[in-house]
């Protein structure tokens, strides 16, 4: 049997009351949906290397899935031609496998947090077609290929519709069209053909952009790419969008062959000037203090709203258990995400289910553990 290090440090952690024994026995959130679906965290680098030293009872006791929020988008893990940095995503995938997760690698291809130099040839030229695409795939290779066997998804291409379902301008669509995906999935497949390989996007509850998602996926499947599921991110308000909105993508996907998965999921409860939610990181505002309307805190209605908020996902999540086979949160805690700063800098949120010192929002955590036994 092998013995994770937090079984190792449980002891200490008492002692030192980073966590009560009560605590520590009590069954989390990743329990209650045991045999239903994994229930995931996305983490940052101070979770990852330790210094958040608070993360990782957390992390034992409610998830059973991580991805790594950051770290191994192209910038971060590839910043030069000849340079990868793979230190912290080697500690990301220790801590995965001591934490016995479903570990999730975040992202292959992505038209952001990507350097220039990928799309540019040595005289500073856009690089056209085939030598884009063998330097996309030299990058997969190495990426994907030095987690081959411990990584057990990736998701391999990110966010290239637009809200419309019209393909996103991005420089890949721009050198290569739809076949930037193709191959990025077909590279993927020959790096690690045990790995699941996914397409994420945010606003899929959006027909046109589900619709156009759903048919990409299909031809590729019909012309013997695989793929085998597509991430619904979740970055969702108070009120928006519908449950019947979300159902109806989610059967919609299933139908279509390909399992579903929450990949981002976070509530937004501060408002922003066009009522926008999403994950249009381009699409940022200047920072207005009446767009911050709760530095002081959180009201009670507007907890029990959220609390409300959770369960009802949670519901809708757990009636179609048979077709998702993932739901993470885009974070643990509200200080570390990355709604603070969107679609302005400086703001006071509350999106997750862990508050700012990492304890529990009993209200909400309860209410997603008691949805399994209804």
Do not use: C
Not at 177 to 191: C, L, M, P, Q, S
Request: avoid cysteine; aromatic fraction near 12%.
């Amino acid at each position: 049997m092998k013995i994770h290090r937090f079984a190792l440090l449980l002891p200490f952690l008492l002692a030192l009351g980073f966590i009560t024994k009560d605590k520590a026995e009590e069954p989390g959130m990743k329990d209650a949906y045991k045999d239903v679906f994994y229930i995931g965290a996305a983490l940052n680098h101070r979770q990852i290397n330790g210094q958040d030293e608070k993360a990782l009872p957390v992390l034992q006791k409610h998830f059973n899935s991580i991805t790594g929020e950051n770290l191994m988008k192209w910038g971060p893990i590839h910043p030069q031609p000849d340079k990868y940095n793979f230190g912290l995503a080697d500690q990301f995938v220790d801590l995965g496998e001591q934490l016995d997760a479903f570990i999730i690698g975040h992202t292959l291809v992505w038209h952001n947090q990507t350097p220039n130099w990928v799309f540019e040839d040595e005289n500073g030229q856009p690089l056209t077609k085939e030598p884009l695409l063998a330097r996309m795939e030299d990058h997969i290779e190495q990426v994907a290929g030095r987690y081959k066997g411990r990584i057990h998804g990736w998701d391999v291409v990110n966010e290239a519709f637009f809200d419309d379902g019209k393909f996103r301008n991005s420089k890949w669509f721009e050198a290569a069209g739809k076949d930037f995906i193709k191959r990025a999935f077909i590279k993927a497949n020959e790096v690690d053909p045990e790995m699941e390989l996914y397409y994420n996007d945010y606003n899929m509850w959006k027909p046109e952009k589900r619709d156009a998602a759903i048919a990409l996926a299909k031809e590729m499947k019909e012309e013997g790419i695989r793929i085998d599921g597509i991430g619904m991110q979740g970055h969702y308000g108070l009120e928006s969008p519908s449950l019947e909105q979300i159902e109806a993508s989610i059967v919609a996907i299933a139908e279509a062959g390909f399992s579903v998965m929450f990949t981002e999921v976070d509530i937004d409860v501060l408002p922003n000037p066009v009522n926008r939610f999403g994950a249009d990181i381009d699409a940022t505002f200047e920072t207005e203090e009446k767009y911050n309307v709760y530095k002081e805190g959180l009201p009670l209605e507007v907890q029990i709203q959220l609390a409300e908020r959770y369960e009802e996902l949670f519901a809708l999540f757990y009636k179609h258990r048979d077709k998702i086979s993932r739901v993470t949160f885009w974070g643990i805690h509200d200080g570390g995400s990355w709604l603070n700063n969107w679609p302005m800098r400086g703001r006071t949120a509350y999106p997750l289910p862990f508050d700012r010192l990492y304890d529990e929002k009993k209200m909400i955590i309860e209410r997603i553990k008691k949805v399994p036994g209804k």
